[in-house]
């Protein structure tokens, strides 16, 4: 991979003709049906999201879609420009009507790993894949590790649904007590709860994957395979696992990612690399500046009240 991140960081020649691509693309094909669709996908993507958090937060406050609507996106933008995405916390809180907003700081890292899980159970299918059809060497799997963190993956959904093991080990250590507070939402929820909000996470996952699928279309990537799907896998995987401290270092993770799983099928690099940006743009940009309008209006309407 490394030679992927000198390519993305160091080669400028590589930012100029992407740029290129990218713009003769939605200059001359911009009625592109794959490019329409992709762009359709993104607001059944955001209120997805949506749903998802309206159906977490309903459980401890009055939560319209309106309000969760308001959350998602403004979550969008401050996660956008805060290490770890930080800001979305605080965001979702923000727009609910409760008087105990800070216990809902567990809802929120639900709603997060839960989109988690399902990106995991993928990206360890495509490493399944790559390695079956030998695109990726054993060298590069350390399958001990990964079978590990599947188990503690699963382990973690089991304790999500049987916190009064975990308040017990937590107010069994003086320095963890208070964590407990922010948590003891969780024995709301229901196993069947739970496994709405996996099902919606996968639904949200699917459209992740048909638009850069499409975007692949649109950049004259003329054919699927099993391989290709699962290197979008782990273009995902990798994005999701690895952290980021800002906006650019979780951009240029994806970008080389996507050299790396995609451009060693064979795939032309500007062609994957455009699509994958083209993914952020629809994606990431455009719900950012909605949430950015969301917070100003916010801002403005508690001044003047």
């Known amino acids: 991979m490394g030679y992927c991140t000198y390519l993305f960081y160091a080669d400028g020649n590589f930012y100029v003709q992407m740029y290129e691509v990218i713009v003769l693309h939605l200059q001359y094909k911009y009625n592109n049906p794959y490019f329409i669709a992709s762009m359709m996908l993104m607001p059944i993507n955001i209120f997805i999201e949506?749903?998802?958090?309206?159906?977490?937060?309903?459980?401890?406050?009055?939560?319209?879609?309106?309000?969760?609507?308001?959350?998602?996106?403004?979550?969008?933008?401050?996660g956008f420009i805060t290490p770890h995405a930080l800001g979305d916390y605080l965001a979702r809180v923000y727009f609910?009507?409760?008087?105990?907003?800070?216990?809902?700081?567990?809802?929120?890292?639900?709603?997060?790993?839960?989109?988690?899980?399902?990106?995991?159970?993928?990206g360890l299918l495509g490493f399944y894949v790559m390695y079956r059809f030998s695109i990726i060497a054993e060298d590069y799997i350390n399958f001990p590790v990964l079978v590990l963190f599947a188990v503690c993956c699963v382990l973690s959904v089991y304790l999500m649904t049987h916190y009064d093991m975990v308040e017990y080990f937590l107010l069994s250590f003086k320095p963890l007590a208070q964590i407990n507070y922010y948590f003891l939402?969780?024995?709301?929820?229901?196993?069947?709860?739970?496994?709405t909000v996996l099902l919606l996470s996968l639904g949200r996952y699917v459209v992740f994957c048909m638009q850069f699928l499409f975007l692949l279309k649109f950049f004259?990537?003329?054919?699927?395979?099993?391989?290709?799907?699962?290197?979008?896998?782990?273009?995902?995987?990798?994005?999701?696992?690895?952290?980021?401290?800002?906006?650019?270092?979780g951009?240029?993770?994806?970008?080389?990612?996507t050299l790396f799983f995609l451009g060693n099928l064979g795939l032309q690099k500007i062609s994957v690399v455009s699509a994958s940006f083209m993914l952020w743009l629809i994606n990431i940009l455009l719900p950012v500046m909605v949430g950015l309008i969301v917070i100003i209006t916010a801002r403005f309407r508690k001044i003047t009240t």
């Not at 951009?251 to 990612?257: D, F, M, N, T």
């Open 96 to 122: 609910m009507k409760s008087d105990h907003k800070i216990q809902s700081i567990g809802l929120v890292l639900i709603s997060r790993i839960s989109q988690f899980y399902i990106t995991l159970f993928f």
């Open 251 to 257: 951009l240029g993770v994806r970008e080389v990612a």
């Open 185 to 195: 939402i969780l024995k709301q929820y229901s196993l069947n709860d739970f496994s």
């Open 220 to 249: 004259e990537i003329d054919y699927y395979n099993i391989l290709i799907i699962a290197g979008v896998w782990l273009i995902f995987f990798v994005k999701s696992l690895l952290p980021t401290f800002n906006f650019l270092t």
């Open 50 to 78: 949506v749903a998802k958090w309206k159906f977490l937060a309903s459980k401890h406050s009055h939560t319209s879609y309106i309000d969760a609507a308001k959350g998602v996106v403004a979550g969008l933008t401050l």
